[in-house]
């Protein structure tokens, strides 16, 4: 496993990502990292694209999925295309310096949005770890994140 997000997370979460070795568990703690940022942000029910997300890395993470690869693609394009769309705007918002609390919304999105994107991955200790580093970055909170790691890992 990379080393890369799990150096820059908390280390009592990361030390329950390295000893989780059931790929579930890893998956499952991912995709709650990423609806617990995606509540936080106030973004789920504004972009419908999330939930279409949401459900894939549920159905990849049961690893018993039957949708063809084309779906799947669609799904990871539209999740990275809002993704990228919500840090040009907290971009824009940066630049003009008295936007601060715009660029904050839109900086947090962005990071919960990318949180559910690494849900999709397919090694499930990266996806663990990259899905808790965005979410960390979209709430600035180790400690909901620390108790959802103890209640999934």
Known sequence: MSQGSLNLIDSRIAILIRQCHEESYLHLF??????????QSKCRDIYPDIEEGIKLAVML????????GIY????????????????????IYH?????????????FQ??????????????????????CYEAYHAT??????????EKYL
């Open 30 to 39: 991912a995709i709650q990292c990423a609806l617990y940022a995606l509540e």
């Open 61 to 68: 993470s049961q690893k018993n999925n039957n949708e063809n």
């Open 72 to 91: 799947i693609e669609i799904i990871i394009k539209k999740i990275e295309k809002l993704a990228a769309s919500l840090d040009e705007e907290a971009f």
């Open 95 to 107: 630049e003009k310096c008295e936007e601060n609390e715009k660029y904050y919304e839109k900086f």
């Open 110 to 131: 962005a990071r919960a949005v990318m949180s559910l994107l690494m849900c999709l991955q397919s090694n499930s200790a990266k996806a663990a770890a990259d899905a």
């Open 140 to 149: 600035n909170s180790y400690t909901e994140l620390l108790i959802i790691s």
